[in-house]
């Protein structure tokens, strides 16, 4: 079914807002939804027929449009659209200038009432009447306005009357930066918004700003319109979209430079490998609950970590690696110094997007301990240790102390392969989610569980190895609220084929508070359902870290 084709003709307004009244296409130019229709519909022209009216021209030129876009031709973009026009009803279509997902979602009210939201680059089901479209970055008053007819069986489409804008941050080793900076028109000197930078050398895309065409100027977070240091400016112009690159000094945050540069300039995954290399440590005081090896209650720690990530190309997609390492002692009331955190964790994730936002992933990973961990008691203690099944295996009398993990006492390796999709991203937050089947296997050594502690006699289980394949899910989260303030979120679970009871879910979610450069505070949350390894109880930990950190490179 091939939706009729309605023209909305922007006008800008005395107070920046932007108006649209519609101008219908009648005839054969009116039932056309992409460029090859219209050549079908031209050929359809006889020849003694008129000459083809400035409509027509327009309906010609609007399919034309964006060439030069990402997103490439509205009509282009109409014919890839599969959303199918119900009977009874119109459509709106907002073209896009990159990938929607990247850009701000559309709003339509009726009535000053929000009745459908939408992506650009994709048709808006409604049913006839008269709408106002709301396009673009910002509040909902500084975003651009359109009133826009909706007809039976016709799409009408607006007019692209805004510009694009794509910040890439960028240290002055020319690696990607998570930075921040604010962004204020010039004309009216009205404040847009902060941005974000991405970690575009593992993939991830830079959100695309849609405003009005005109000066902005870009300038540290807190600073103000009349800042004479560490600012740039950019113009947009109607109709295009701007690649824009900004150096900061990683260290400060300083503005060492930027331009308008062209896209083939920019930086690209697939241009080669990268690496970076962070070292540091931090104070925290932590509650413990339920977690192999400790006792529960209130700690104090110290901790040593490294994170070193890189980036290989393969088929010009990121082969992305990580290495954490943890390290840490804590000491408790009436008790000696023993470990708080040991663990030392290599993921390797590589994802081939079919488009941006989605595709096929294979992950591999594994996790182990370094250390041994000790159990004191308070005074000489008889213990007990017991197989899976509860037979007695080892007993002994008056002990002071009780080995619950040797070296390398639990090893956890972990497969998966499923898709990935980035299901929300914006300015300020994204979502991914991945599904698919996975494989988690737990290797021990020597590794035992606290079951009955009595005054007289304290019964340990050795837990055994296990292996586990079913469907997995995993969820990642990242909102950058502010300059400071960063919300971390992933959660990993697997669902067995043989045992739903034994279902393995995995949560951390993290606050981070950012001081300096060097300094930040952070609170940490992780949870762990493995009955596996523990039978009847959960593993539960909170951490409030003062943590200092250096980038190596």
Same mark, same amino acid.
């Given at each position: 079914?091939?939706?009729?084709?309605?023209?909305?003709?922007?006008?800008?307004?005395?107070?920046?807002?932007?108006?649209?009244?519609?101008?219908?296409?009648?005839?054969?130019?009116?039932?056309?939804?992409?460029?090859?229709?219209?050549?079908?519909?031209?050929?359809?022209?006889?020849?003694?027929?008129?000459?083809?009216?400035?409509?027509?021209?327009?309906?010609?030129?609007?399919?034309?449009?964006?060439?030069?876009?990402?997103?490439?031709?509205?009509?282009?973009?109409?014919?890839?659209?599969?959303?199918?026009?119900?009977?009874?009803?119109?459509?709106?279509?907002?073209?896009?200038?990159?990938?929607?997902?990247?850009?701000?979602?559309?709003?339509?009210?009726?009535?000053?009432?929000?009745?459908?939201?939408?992506?650009?680059?994709?048709?808006?089901?409604?049913?006839?009447?008269?709408?106002? =479209? +709301?396009? !673009?970055?910002?509040?909902?008053?500084? *975003?651009?306005?359109?009133?826009?007819?909706?007809? @039976? $069986? #016709?799409? &009408?489409?607006?007019?692209?009357?805004?510009?694009?804008?794509?910040?890439?941050?960028?240290?002055?080793?020319?690696?990607?930066?998570?930075?921040?900076?604010?962004?204020?028109?010039?004309?009216?000197?009205?404040?847009?918004?902060?941005?974000?930078?991405?970690?575009?050398?593992?993939?991830?895309?830079?959100?695309?700003?849609?405003?009005?065409?005109?000066?902005?100027?870009? =300038? +540290?977070? !807190?600073?103000?319109?009349?800042?004479? *240091?560490?600012?740039?400016?950019?113009?947009?112009? @109607? $109709? #295009?979209? &701007?690649?824009?690159?900004?150096?900061?000094?990683?260290?400060?945050?300083?503005?060492?430079?930027?331009?308008?540069?062209?896209?083939?300039?920019?930086?690209?995954?697939?241009?080669?490998?990268?690496?970076?290399?962070?070292?540091?440590?931090?104070?925290?005081?932590?509650?413990?609950?339920?977690?192999?090896?400790?006792?529960?209650?209130?700690?104090?720690?110290?901790?040593?970590?490294?994170?070193?990530?890189?980036?290989?190309?393969?088929?010009?997609?990121?082969?992305?690696?990580?290495?954490?390492?943890?390290?840490?002692?804590?000491?408790?009331?009436?008790?000696?110094?023993?470990?708080?955190?040991?663990?030392?964790?290599?993921?390797?994730?590589?994802?081939?997007?079919?488009?941006?936002?989605?595709?096929?992933?294979?992950?591999?990973?594994?996790?182990?301990?370094?250390?041994?961990?000790?159990?004191?008691?308070?005074?000489?203690?008889?213990?007990?240790?017991?197989?899976?099944?509860?037979?007695?295996?080892?007993?002994?009398?008056?002990?002071?102390?009780?080995?619950?993990?040797?070296?390398?006492?639990?090893?956890?390796?972990?497969?998966?392969?499923?898709?990935?999709?980035?299901?929300?991203?914006?300015?300020?937050?994204?979502?991914?989610?991945?599904?698919?089947?996975?494989?988690?296997?737990?290797?021990?050594?020597?590794?035992?569980?606290?079951?009955?502690?009595?005054?007289?006699?304290?019964?340990?289980?050795?837990?055994?190895?296990?292996?586990?394949?079913?469907?997995?899910?995993?969820?990642?989260?990242?909102?950058?609220?502010?300059?400071?303030?960063?919300?971390?979120?992933?959660?990993?679970?697997?669902?067995?084929?043989?045992?739903?009871?034994?279902?393995?879910?995995?949560?951390?979610?993290?606050?981070?508070?950012?001081?300096?450069?060097?300094?930040?505070?952070?609170?940490?949350?992780?949870?762990?359902?493995?009955?596996?390894?523990?039978?009847?109880?959960?593993?539960?930990?909170?951490?409030?870290?003062?943590?200092?950190?250096?980038?190596?490179?």
């Amino acid at each position: 079914m091939c939706a009729h084709l309605a023209i909305v003709a922007p006008a800008w307004a005395d107070d920046g807002t932007v108006t649209a009244t519609l101008a219908e296409a009648s005839g054969p130019a009116a039932a056309t939804p992409g460029d090859e229709a219209l050549e079908e519909a031209v050929r359809a022209v006889p020849a003694a027929a008129p000459p083809v009216s400035p409509m027509r021209i327009r309906a010609d030129s609007l399919l034309a449009d964006g060439a030069d876009w990402p997103a490439g031709t509205v009509g282009g973009q109409l014919d890839r659209d599969t959303t199918l026009v119900p009977y009874g009803k119109g459509a709106l279509f907002v073209p896009a200038l990159t990938n929607p997902l990247d850009e701000p979602p559309v709003t339509v009210l009726r009535g000053g009432q929000r009745v459908a939201e939408g992506t650009t680059g994709a048709r808006i089901i409604l049913s006839p009447g008269t709408y106002e =479209v +709301r396009v !673009g970055s910002g509040t909902v008053d500084q *975003r651009l306005r359109y009133q826009a007819s909706v007809e @039976e $069986g #016709h799409t &009408t489409i607006i007019p692209v009357s805004w510009a694009g804008l794509a910040v890439h941050v960028v240290d002055e080793a020319y690696s990607s930066l998570r930075a921040s900076y604010e962004l204020i028109r010039v004309d009216d000197r009205e404040y847009m918004g902060i941005g974000f930078g991405t970690d575009e050398q593992a993939g991830e895309p830079v959100t695309t700003w849609v405003m009005r065409p005109g000066l902005y100027k870009l =300038v +540290r977070l !807190g600073d103000t319109y009349r800042a004479r *240091r560490d600012f740039a400016t950019v113009r947009l112009v @109607e $109709g #295009h979209h &701007t690649h824009f690159l900004l150096v900061l000094k990683a260290d400060s945050g300083e503005f060492a430079g930027g331009g308008e540069v062209p896209e083939d300039e920019l930086f690209r995954a697939r241009a080669g490998s990268f690496g970076s290399l962070v070292f540091g440590g931090d104070v925290t005081f932590n509650s413990r609950s339920g977690v192999p090896g400790l006792n529960d209650g209130l700690y104090f720690a110290f901790r040593g970590f490294l994170d070193a990530r890189a980036s290989l190309q393969i088929a010009k997609q990121p082969l992305l690696l990580r290495l954490q390492v943890e390290e840490g002692q804590s000491k408790g009331p009436n008790l000696p110094w023993q470990k708080s955190h040991d663990r030392v964790d290599l993921d390797a994730l590589y994802v081939y997007q079919l488009k941006r936002g989605i595709g096929p992933y294979v992950r591999l990973g594994a996790e182990t301990n370094v250390l041994s961990a000790s159990r004191p008691f308070d005074e000489p203690t008889n213990v007990e240790v017991v197989d899976a099944d509860g037979n007695v295996i080892l007993a002994s009398r008056n002990q002071e102390s009780f080995e619950l993990s040797s070296n390398f006492g639990l090893t956890t390796i972990k497969e998966g392969v499923g898709m990935n999709v980035r299901v929300f991203k914006s300015l300020f937050a994204e979502t991914n989610v991945r599904a698919g089947v996975g494989a988690r296997h737990r290797i021990t050594n020597n590794l035992y569980e606290a079951l009955d502690v009595g005054t007289s006699t304290t019964t340990f289980r050795r837990i055994p190895s296990s292996h586990q394949v079913g469907v997995e899910l995993t969820v990642l989260a990242v909102a950058r609220l502010t300059r400071w303030v960063l919300v971390n979120l992933e959660l990993d679970s697997l669902f067995p084929f043989d045992n739903i009871n034994n279902t393995v879910i995995e949560l951390e979610a993290s606050v981070a508070l950012k001081l300096t450069s060097y300094v930040s505070v952070n609170y940490v949350v992780r949870y762990l359902r493995d009955r596996a390894i523990f039978l009847d109880k959960d593993r539960f930990e909170q951490d409030v870290l003062l943590r200092f950190s250096l980038e190596i490179f």
